[in-house]
């Protein structure tokens, strides 16, 4: 994922593609049976392996943005001191404001990051909590 962190729009598409489990919960969701239907669909088993499945894919996420956000502060701590180095270079002071804006906007993915597994969380409970409690 690092090269990734270099190709800031690839690393975009890379997460959404990333939280297409996430976006298709109501979708799997949904493929829980009523009440008339339980017997057929083994409920604990799904929601159990939907929960796996979102755990893993929320912190392989979260660890991506994480090692991208290190490695921008890092890029930016180095374009800094060139920066400081060299005060009238324009190339050196462009770089460093997209490197801001980037490592502003990574930032802000983690908010992003933590609302969609809010929201995803709060669907799961809904539809699994008498199948299945997290922690079991």
Avoid: W
């Avoid at 959404?16 to 057929?40: C, E, H, W």
């Avoid at 604990?44 to 921008?72: F, G, M, P, V, W």
């Amino acid at each position: 994922m690092a090269t990734l962190c270099l190709d800031f729009l690839g690393f975009q598409e890379a997460l959404k593609k990333m939280r297409d489990v996430d976006d298709k919960i109501i979708y799997a969701l949904n493929a829980l049976p009523t009440d008339s239907f339980k017997g057929q669909v083994n409920s604990e088993s799904t929601c159990r392996d939907l929960y796996a499945k979102l755990q893993q894919s929320h912190q392989s996420r979260q660890d991506s943005i994480r090692s991208c956000i290190t490695l921008s502060a890092t890029n930016l701590k180095q374009l800094r001191e060139s920066r400081e180095a060299h005060p009238d270079d324009v190339d050196t002071d462009s770089k460093f404001k997209a490197e801001q804006r980037k490592l502003r906007v990574l930032q802000a993915e983690l908010n992003v990051e933590d609302i969609i597994k809010e929201r995803t969380y709060k669907a799961f409970n809904e539809r699994c909590r008498s199948y299945f409690h997290a922690g079991q």
